[in-house]
Every structure is written in C-alpha cells, then in structure tokens.
C-alpha cells in the first residue's frame, strides 16, 4: 500500500496542474458536431502526422514478430510504397474505405499506415470471424480494397464474387493464393527487400482533424456487428489521456513531471492483444509510432510464450484482459522468468476483481498495477485508475480523463446524485460519430454527444466510477437488482478459483435465480457445495449463486478478451437439464 503522506496533491488540484495553460495537457474548447467540448490542445492534428513521425525514426527496430524484425525505416518505407500503389493503381482517394484482416502481423501495420497516410478509412476486421463475417464487414463499410492474410483468404474465397471491391491484396499466402487476389510481394516486393524501397512520402491528402479516420467493429456477443466511426481526433485524444493517466499518479505522489530525454533508451512494448480491436490500434500501435518505441508483435496468446518475450525482449510496458492476467500470474514459469524490465502492466476489457490487484502488487512489487476503462466506442480510455488510487480504490476502474464527462442517469436519462446505481454516459473528444450507415442505432446509443455505454456504474463523492454490470448482464431476481461484478468479485478471491461468471437463470416465482461458471487454477481443486457456503459466508443470501458450475477449461471469449456469457449460461442450462 502506498505511504500514509499520499496523497501529497488532492485530485482537482492535480488536474489543475495538469491541464493548465502551458502544460503538458494543456486543454481548449472546441466545438464538435454542434456540441462544445474540452479538447487537448498538443493533441497532433491528424494520423499522417505521425506517419510522418514514423518515417523520422530511421533505423529503429520497430516490429518484432516471431524471427522477424523491421527497423521504422523499412516498415514506414513499406507503408509509403503501399499507400502509392492504392492512390496510383487502385484510385482510392481520402474517405474510401480501406478493410485490413489479418492476424497480428507487421503487414497489419502496413496496411493501418499506407490506408492513414492517404486518408483512407481504414477498416479492421474481426480475423477470428468466419468468411461470411469478413464478407459481411467488407459489404458493409462498402470498402473498395481489402488487404487479407493467407487464413482470411481461404475463409473469403466463397463470398469473393458477390462483393464489390476493386482489389483484393493477399498477405503472405504463398504461390497458392487464388481467389483473384493480388499478392503484396507483387505490389512492393518482398519483405527482405523494404529497406531498399524508395522514402515516399506521397501526397499529403490536406485532412481536417474531424474526419473519419477508422471504423472498427464492436467485438458484440450477438448479431452483427456495428462499425464505430472514428475520427483523427478521437484516435489522437485517446494517446494524449493514457498519458494524463500516469502523469497524474506522479503529481499525486508529489513528484515533478521528467523532462524529456532524447538520450533515453528506446522502450519495448509488448502486444498480446489483436490490432484489430481498440486497444491494439489505438492505445499500443499509435502510441508505439509516437513515442518511437519497439512493438513485439503476438502470434497467438499463450501465457509461456508472453513470460518468454517479456524476458528476451526485455520488454517495458504490455496490456492484457484480466483473464490474461490471471493466466500470467497462474502460469508455471512465472517464478523462473526475469521480469525486472517490466515497469507498466496495463489492463482493462472486462470488470476486474479487487483480489487480481492485490495478487498483483504482491508479485510485482517494483511497479504499481494500472487498468483502464473505455470502449471501441470511446476510441479506448476514458476513465483510469493507477498507482496509489488503485491500490486505495481496488474496485473501481478510476477517475474520468480531463476532457471527458461522465455521469450515471436513470432509464429516463435523468442524471442521478454520487452513490447511485445506474447507466454510464460518457462524453468527450474522444466518443465516435456514430455507427456507420445504422443511424437507429446511433440514435439509441448517443445523445447530444454522450455515449451511452450499457454498463451500469455508481459514482462516488471523490469522482472515482464504479463499474457493477453490464445493462443486459444485471439480474433481477424477485425485483431485487443483483449486480454479478460484486459476486464474480467474491468468487475469484476464492483460492481455488482463477475466474468467475455469473449468469442469470430461470425461475417461475422469482424471474432469475442466481448461477455461475467458475475455472480452477491450475491444480486446484473444489466442488459446487463448498464454494456456494464460500459465497453465503461473504454475499447476502438473495446474491448468493444457487447453482455452480466447476470447471478447469478456460471459459470462451470473443476477440477482446471479453466472456461469452450466453455460451457459459447455455452451457450451464444444458448441464442443469441433463442432471
């Protein structure tokens, strides 16, 4: 726990210091789509500047994926030569959409920056989706070039006639590609060869900060996906607040903000996350470019494999879902590895139990944990908590960054006092336009700026928001709200038990019984009884689960980490019915 002196500076004052003029976080009002809003005035205009600044690095080891490393140089050469090739050859201009599926590869990258740099919208998709999804994401952001690994090829090959695209670009695919694809190598020759590349800058498509820049699909547990429509600004606020977000912990402590040192050595960064969804594009990819760091890339998540790049690649800073965390912390070489490079463990994603930040602090006593709270919606953080506020408020996910508002309101909108339970609205730079081509959906989920987020939040005196559940995940059960964030809490203190879900199940007198799934850690063993009379001595007794499921298989998830409750809930039905 931190020193009783903390905190030396109070929170307003903290923000004051902050964001005053001349500070790092300086802010300025600005008007967007009629609403006026608190902006960052260092913020950089659009995402071709920091293509730019990626060009400038030179030869930097960037990109680290599995044997392969790119220096700035090469990989930013790459982008240019790509970016001609779609402006020249293929005609897309600033606005054309631009779909990038692939794993997480350095030609993700490529494609994010080549697409950026012309002022494309460039469009990931999910690459965990079936070809009829990838077909759906193509049709639906009508996207004129699509750039595919050799796996979403094969899965597209099917739909490839019935879609509208001017070229598709294979990545990576061998002699073998076919489905009328051209390959990358073809376009601007082989990987070992982009060093050579000529430096192309291309022209600068004059971008205004508010234009779209991405549209990412919400990573929904059911029906299709929607495409958030980012802009320039909302991606480049969003690298501005994780920045406020450790900035603040140190004037908290007292301390001065460091001076910049360009002597310092390069930072590595390490990605497990895919770069298709929110928190790989916009909070590790652009801020690595930003900050001329090293970015190792994952293949595929497996908790061994992390500990073995954190220990090579010395690496500083990563990210995770608290499941990932959890299996970071569970796993067998965890003891034998030498972490001591590690300074900033990010995570977020999903609702994190007091016990995990604790067990955290404990195993990495050199560093103090940081979560953060957002959604592709709000182009990644709005709210964080770090440092000594996390360790003083382990169940909340922190206080709002400075140019976003937040605040609860009830099922009419009205806004509710500190303390009270209800729906988290969020509104700032950083919330998107909307969905793409789904004005009705827009409209049910924004308001004169304010995203409505689905979670339902309390806020208390000192600002510090509370996440207690999804809108559609709460339980009622005999006309008592049961919010499964607090029994999911108590479940995985536990010590048997490395994660929890808790799901609703059917009752004829009281709507919803209380259920849940749980995973074991590995070697751990319990049975249903025991840990409903854990429960019972922890939760009152209408919260208690009346069912458990107890199983050692990781619980399914969809791309971003986040738990398939329908499938957990489905599952334990189907087992409740076959007893």
């Avoid at 082989?190 to 234009?211: E, F, K, N, Q, V």
């Avoid at 005196?461 to 029994?487: H, P, Q, S, T, W």
């Avoid at 850690?521 to 939760?539: K, M, S």
Wanted: with cysteine; glycine share 10%; net charge negative.
């Amino acid at each position: 726990m931190a020193d009783e002196s903390w905190p030396a500076v109070g929170i307003e004052e903290t923000y004051r210091i902050l964001t005053a003029p001349g500070a790092p976080f300086e802010m300025r009002d600005a008007v967007i789509r009629g609403v006026t809003l608190r902006t960052y005035a260092n913020a950089l205009n659009d995402l071709r500047r920091v293509f730019d600044l990626g060009r400038s690095w030179g030869e930097r080891e960037f990109i680290v994926y599995e044997g392969e490393r790119q220096s700035y140089a090469a990989h930013f050469r790459a982008a240019g030569a790509l970016g001609r090739v779609l402006t020249d050859r293929y005609g897309v201009k600033k606005g054309d959409r631009l779909v990038v599926a692939m794993r997480n590869l350095p030609e993700w990258s490529i494609a994010f920056w080549a697409g950026v740099s012309i002022g494309a919208v460039v469009t990931p998709l999910n690459a965990w989706g079936l070809g009829d999804e990838l077909a759906y994401g193509i049709a639906d952001s009508g996207a004129r070039v699509a750039i595919v690994d050799g796996e979403r090829l094969e899965r597209l090959a099917p739909y490839v006639g019935g879609l509208d695209l001017d070229a598709l670009i294979s990545v990576r695919t061998g002699d073998d590609y076919g489905a009328g694809a051209v390959t990358l190598d073809e376009l601007i020759g082989p990987r070992d060869g982009y060093a050579g590349l000529p430096d192309d800058p291309m022209p600068d498509p004059g971008l205004d900060t508010d234009d779209p820049a991405t549209i990412l699909y919400t990573s929904g547990t059911t029906g299709r996906p929607k495409g958030a429509l980012g802009t320039h600004r909302n991606v480049l606020s969003n690298v501005i607040s994780i920045a406020f977000n450790g900035a603040r912990a140190a004037i908290r402590r007292g301390e001065e903000l460091p001076a910049p040192d360009p002597d310092t050595a390069q930072r590595v960064n390490l990605l497990p996350v895919p770069l298709f969804h929110v928190t790989g594009t916009n909070s590790m990819l652009i801020p690595t470019v930003m900050a001329g760091a090293k970015l190792v890339l994952m293949h595929k998540w497996n908790a061994e494999r992390f500990l073995e790049l954190v220990e090579r690649e010395r690496v500083n800073s990563t990210t995770g879902v608290p499941a990932m965390v959890w299996q970071v912390l569970e796993s067998p070489d965890f003891a034998s590895r030498d972490l001591s490079s590690l300074d900033s463990y990010g995570y977020g994603g999903a609702a994190i139990a007091p016990e995990l930040t604790q067990r955290f602090a404990e195993l990495f006593p050199w560093f103090k944990p940081g979560q953060g709270y957002g959604a592709t919606e709000t182009s990644s953080v709005s709210v964080g908590n770090s440092a000594e506020d996390y360790l003083r408020h382990p169940d909340s996910v922190g206080l709002p960054v400075p140019v976003c508002d937040v605040k609860v309101v009830d099922g009419a909108g009205n806004t509710l006092p500190p303390g009270e339970a209800g729906e988290l609205w969020i509104r700032g730079p950083n919330v998107v336009v909307g969905y793409w081509n789904k004005p009705e959906a827009t409209a049910e989920s924004f308001t004169d700026g304010w995203y409505h987020t689905g979670d339902i939040c309390r806020i208390d005196d000192d600002g510090f928001v509370y996440l207690l559940d999804r809108a559609k995940d709460m339980l009622i059960r005999g006309g008592e709200n049961v919010y499964c964030v607090e029994i999911e809490d108590i479940l995985v203190t536990h010590p048997a038990i490395m994660d929890a879900a808790v799901v609703g199940l059917p009752h004829r007198i009281l709507g919803e019984e209380v259920g849940a799934v749980v995973q074991l850690r590995p070697g751990a063993d319990v049975n249903e009884a025991e840990l409903i009379a854990y429960a019972a001595r922890h939760l009152a007794p209408f919260k208690v689960p009346v069912r458990i499921d107890v199983r050692a298989a990781e619980f399914p998830r969809n791309a971003s980490g986040k738990t398939l409750k329908p499938v957990l809930r489905a599952e334990l039905l189907a087992r409740l019915d076959a007893a």
